[in-house]
């Protein structure tokens, strides 16, 4: 009866790994062309910081889709705490006035 279960379980593994070198072999990479960005953040004081810490990550245009606000600097401040509290990104204290500053007088 063990043997009989041993010899089983070693089938059933056995064309478990067949059945997943079967799949790995018909799964064929995937290929794609991202397209070249069109969209520019708009000229303003310390663009440059904008562009060094956050084109990183997304486009212009995710900025420019932004609803309209009533308190820029409270919002863009937010959002910027945002990026680097909950997604990480790298900025430099002295970065993040430049940034909030450029984002509340720009959009």
Request: charged share 15%; proline share 6%; glycine share 4%.
């Amino acid at each position: 009866m063990i043997m009989r279960r041993v010899f089983l379980l070693t089938t059933a593994f056995v064309a478990g790994l067949g059945w997943l070198a079967t799949c790995s072999a018909i799964a064929a990479p995937v290929n794609y062309q991202v397209p070249k960005e069109t969209a520019a953040f708009k000229p303003g004081p310390n663009l440059d910081v904008v562009q060094k810490n956050c084109s990183a990550c997304h486009s212009a245009d995710y900025v420019s889709t932004q609803p309209p606000m009533k308190n820029k600097q409270q919002f863009w401040q937010a959002e910027v705490t945002k990026m680097i509290k909950v997604y990480g990104a790298q900025i430099d204290d002295a970065d993040v006035g430049k940034i909030v500053d450029y984002l509340a007088t720009t959009y």
